[in-house]
């Protein structure tokens, strides 16, 4: 592809994420999210959803910065959370039998939704940090949700991806409890990840070499394209921002299997923070 072409699109990619953001009926900027703890009457009794034994603290602002990710070590996926300095283990936030996956964390740090298919359809959820205050919000019309986002403290938008296809996009109203399809440039929402100072954003771009090919990670900026990643027949995919904009978290099969990574902007790994035989998927950062 021409990489040297894409710089022209960081401007335009900003202002139509603040076009769409402005057009929506809800708030621009993050508020304070209401929300109210309902038990699932679908659910089998005697699941109990705080599974940590420890909880984070969710008022705390000296909390350090997180991380929320998805293992499979159980055989689906469940969604965990750590330290980004990776000084304590992770701690597994839905320990369900049900497969866990989307997830995306709210603007203030507070909350999560993700994707599951638990009472037996897909459903849209919400937690605290915690684990705790699970309530469903909505059904989703499909098991191909593959990753989602907080548009402002009260929206989110869902992505479907059956293959290139057929990506939809919905966009969820948790107060009100409403999914709808949101006609939107998939690529703008999901395939490019702009930097929290708006000066760079990052993309997964499939690289190929006669009978070899990988998906690497790129970091454009007005200077042009710079490859971050080069790990040949090794995929290295869903990268997100700190939440200073100056490192990178993101999921890599450079020793054979996905592990977790944070490396600079110039693609330098600063840390490796899982090392196991399972798949660990990058989900959010936050403070």
């Avoid at 057929?166 to 107060?175: A, F, P, T």
Wanted: with cysteine.
């Amino acid at each position: 592809m021409l990489h040297d072409a894409r710089p022209l699109k960081l401007t335009a990619v900003f202002f139509i994420l603040t076009l769409v953001t402005m057009s929506c009926s809800f708030p621009l900027f993050p508020q304070p999210l209401a929300v109210q703890a309902v038990p699932l009457e679908s659910e089998p009794a005697g699941w109990v959803y705080e599974s940590i034994s420890t909880p984070v603290s969710t008022v705390s602002p000296a909390r350090s910065p997180q991380i929320v990710f998805q293992n499979d070590s159980s055989g689906h996926f469940d969604l965990f959370i750590m330290p980004a300095d990776g000084s304590a283990p992770p701690r597994n936030l839905t320990n369900h039998p049900a497969s866990d996956v989307a997830a995306s964390c709210s603007p203030d740090g507070q909350w999560i939704t993700f994707i599951s298919n638990r009472a037996d359809e897909d459903a849209v959820y919400l937690m605290d940090i915690t684990g705790q205050n699970v309530r469903r919000v909505v059904s989703f019309p499909s098991a191909l949700a593959k990753a989602s986002t907080w548009l402002d403290a009260q929206t989110v938008l869902v992505l479907e991806d059956g293959g290139p296809s057929h990506r939809k996009m919905y966009l969820v109203d948790l107060s009100a409890n409403r999914l709808e399809e949101f006609p939107g440039e998939v690529e703008i929402f999901f395939d490019i990840i702009p930097s929290p100072q708006k000066d760079a954003w990052l993309e997964v771009e499939l690289e190929s070499e006669g009978d070899l090919f990988d998906y690497e990670i790129f970091l454009y900026d007005a200077s042009g394209a710079h490859q971050l990643t080069n790990n040949v027949k090794q995929w290295d995919l869903t990268p997100v921002w700190s939440p200073d904009g100056n490192l990178i978290l993101f999921s890599s099969e450079m020793d054979g299997d996905a592990e977790l990574y944070i490396m600079n902007r110039k693609g330098e790994i600063q840390t490796r923070l899982t090392d196991n035989q399972d798949r660990d998927l990058v989900s959010c950062w936050i403070r």
